[in-house]
């Protein structure tokens, strides 16, 4: 293989490999740095890889206290 087709070839599959964590990162997840320890130490198994990105799709937990106005509201 030559070198002009395995240096991009290697740049794919390691953004393909890293793909939970890019999420995780750009959408500003609360437990990205959990998504990158998933990802990087299991996600060679596929499994792993596949929690990785499941954790890093899901949408985050809100409290129902939350955006209600309970704190410093004494109007």
């Known amino acids: 293989m030559e ?16 793909l939970p964590s890019l999420i995780a990162f750009n959408r500003t997840h609360e437990k990205r740095w959990l998504i990158l320890a998933v990802n990087v130490l299991l996600g060679g198994s596929g499994i792993g890889w596949g ?22 509201s004494a109007a």
């Open 3 to 18: 070198i002009t087709l395995a240096v991009p070839l290697a740049i794919v599959l390691m953004v393909v490999y890293l």
């Open 51 to 72: 929690i990785a990105l499941y954790l890093a799709l899901r949408k985050p937990r809100t409290s129902p206290e939350l955006g209600r106005g309970t704190l410093n």
